[in-house]
């Protein structure tokens, strides 16, 4: 009599889990990831190092000193918010040609009834972001809705949006900003210890989500950074910000005893909670998978359940939204809206910093970090260009120059990937 015997079941296979990578790992990584065209932002930051060393040798004393520092991250502050919002445009493969007229408009409306009507400010601001969202509506609905390219609406919004900026102001007009608290948004300067303390949160929270991240991923079975990788990039991240914070901090005025400037501008705290803020939206929420995905290929995220008008829509109402801060800060650097405010030389400076910061032209590829880099890039050469007293022709040369370097190498590093599989 034979006996049957019963097939012996086993568990599910436990796949090992893959060791954390080192920094040797991690560096020879990111060199294979640029090799096969996945540049990111390096030539951002390798274009800013070079400007800083030529400028800091050609002007040694008024480049670098810590006034010059300051006065450079009040320039390049409007021009990086604006950036912040074409970026979400640049992902979806779209453009935004009115994006510095609606900063000039929405800041003519603010300084209406802020001056005209004696608003609060709070309410005034609440009317200028009301008139970005809905010119970055309207923007939105045309391109989405009736399907009309965004190069012919926004280049008919940024011929209408002079017309409204010039009958709301005047020929010749301007509108003078007196709101103390207004003017200090991007004059001003932060306590020390405040400066200090935000550096603190900074290096902190970075370093929280970033040991969270890895011991996340870890505990999921994927691959993650080892705590040594970790922590090196946080050392990196504390010198760096430490070295600029401790700049800012000395004293800069010519006659501290009658007016001590000394502090990190405030506009740089506003401009990190929009770093932070864009950058969880785009990064750990559904939208911004979703703006990915429509830039990557529309098509398919339409079939894989996402509204692609919507995306479109919001990604344009975002945009419009932030040049209209971008125009809050433009009024409070120069103390009044004229009818140039937001001109296309914002513009350009602003579309020039997304893509020069590694945003790619073609949709789908870019960070808020893109904006920061390629602002602070464009800040340096208008900068250093004028302190070297060269005409504003040579500035729009050597921009427009450093444009066409960074579109190319965006171009040539997507022909890349291609050609190694890593798109």
């Known amino acids: 009599m034979s006996t049957a015997t019963s097939p012996v079941t086993e568990g599910p296979t436990q796949l090992p889990t893959p060791e954390p990578r080192s920094l040797g790992s991690a560096v020879s990584d990111y060199l294979a990831r640029v ?13 800013l190092v070079v ?15 810590a006034f010059n520092i300051a006065n450079l991250v009040n320039q390049s502050a409007a021009v990086i918010v604006i950036a912040m919002g074409l970026v979400f445009v640049l992902l979806l493969g779209e453009i935004d040609l009115a994006a510095g007229w609606t900063a000039g408009t929405a800041a003519a409306m603010m300084g209406v009834v802020l001056t005209r009507e004696g608003w609060a400010w709070p309410l005034a601001v609440v009317v200028c972001l009301l008139t970005g969202a809905a010119v970055g509506t309207l923007i939105g609905l045309l391109v989405a809705r009736l399907g009309i390219p965004s190069f012919v609406v ?7 949006l002079q017309g409204v900026l010039l009958k709301t102001i005047g020929e010749g007009g301007t509108i003078a900003i007196r709101d103390e608290t207004l003017l200090a948004l991007n004059n001003n300067t932060m306590p020390v210890w405040l400066g200090w303390a935000l550096f603190a949160v900074v290096v902190g929270v970075y370093a929280l989500l970033s040991l969270r991240r890895a011991a996340t991923r870890r505990a999921g079975g994927l691959q993650s950074e080892s705590t040594a990788v970790v922590l090196a990039k946080v050392a990196v991240l504390a010198v760096l910000l430490g070295i600029v914070v401790a700049y800012l901090s000395r004293e800069r005025s010519r006659n501290p005893l009658i007016s001590s400037i000394k502090g990190v501008p405030e506009v740089v705290l506003l401009l990190v909670l929009l770093f932070v803020g864009l950058n969880f939206v785009l990064a750990r929420t559904s939208f911004g998978r979703h703006v990915y995905a429509v830039g990557g290929n529309a098509e398919a995220a339409r079939r894989a359940g996402i509204n692609v008008n919507t995306i479109k829509l919001l990604c344009f109402i975002i945009g419009s939204t932030l040049a209209a801060v971008g125009g809050i800060l433009l009024a409070s650097r120069d103390n009044s809206i004229s009818p140039t405010t ?22 789908g590829k870019g960070k808020i970090l893109d904006a920061v880099l390629g602002g602070l890039v464009i800040g340096v050469i208008i900068n250093g260009m004028g302190l070297l007293n060269q005409p504003t022709s040579v500035v729009y040369m050597v921009t427009g120059l450093v444009l066409l370097v960074a579109a190319s190498v965006d171009a040539l590093s997507r022909r890349r990937a291609m050609a190694t599989g890593r798109v």
Not at 40 to 45: E, I, Q, T, Y
Not at 54 to 59: A, K, Q, T
Not at 342 to 363: D, E, H, K, N, P
């Open 35 to 47: 090799r096969g065209g996945d540049v990111g932002s390096l030539p951002a930051v390798l274009g």
């Open 51 to 65: 400007l800083f060393i030529v400028f800091s040798i050609l002007r040694p004393n008024t480049f670098t000193n």
């Open 154 to 160: 926004t280049l008919a919004a940024f011929l209408a």
């Open 342 to 363: 937001g001109g296309a030389q914002t513009l350009l400076y602003a579309v020039g910093a997304a893509v020069i910061g590694g945003t790619s032209l073609f949709g």
